[in-house]
Each structure stands twice: as C-alpha cells, then as structure tokens.
C-alpha cells in the first residue's frame, strides 16, 4: 500500500515539473517574440542620425542583455533544483527495492 502511494507522489510530482517546464517554455517564447516585434517597430520607427535615438537604442540593448543573462541564470537555477529533485525521486525508488 505504501509504495503505492509512494509511486503515485512521484507521478504527480514529475507531471507538476513537466507543466511548470513547458508554461515556462512557453512564457518564455512569448514574451521574445513580443519584445522581438517592439525591437523591429523601434528599428523602423527611429532615426538613428539622431543622437537621441542612438542613445535609446544602445540602452535597450544594454538592458535587454542584462535581463536576458538574467532569465537565463534563472532557467540554470531552476533547471538544476529540478536535477536535485528528480534524483531525490530515483534514489526514493532505488531505496524502496
């Protein structure tokens, strides 16, 4: 009975880790593609002999860098608390045997 409900904890816990990894994915390309379409229209829309325009575009890519090597630091982290939590999981099941 126990290792029943033992196996059923592991199935909702990686189905959960699934979901959260592909809304993640999914949030993730969303919002690229957004900012990747206010880009463009920014690159359309700009005069970039004008030094103000040059400016506003040099710190859009400025902070547009700091915050994707944040996005992506964070995918790291979660991605490896994942690791810990499916290994957590496997050795529960070698255990078990």
Do not use: P, W
């Not at 592991?10 to 900012?35: C, Q, V």
């Not at 005069?47 to 040099?58: E, G, K, P, T």
């Not at 710190?59 to 499916?86: D, E, M, T, W």
Request: net charge positive.
């Amino acid at each position: 009975m126990g290792n029943e409900n033992l196996n059923i904890v592991r199935e909702t816990a990686l189905k959960t880790i699934e979901k959260s990894e592909r809304n993640y994915k999914l949030a993730f390309l969303t919002a690229a593609l957004i900012e990747c379409a206010f880009f463009v229209l920014f690159l359309l829309l700009a005069d970039l002999r004008n030094r103000s325009h040059l400016l506003l575009f040099i710190s859009a890519l400025a902070i547009y860098f700091i915050i994707s090597c944040g996005l992506f630091a964070l995918a790291a982290h979660i991605n490896k608390g994942i690791g810990r939590v499916l290994q957590a999981i496997e050795m529960l099941a070698v255990d078990k045997k």
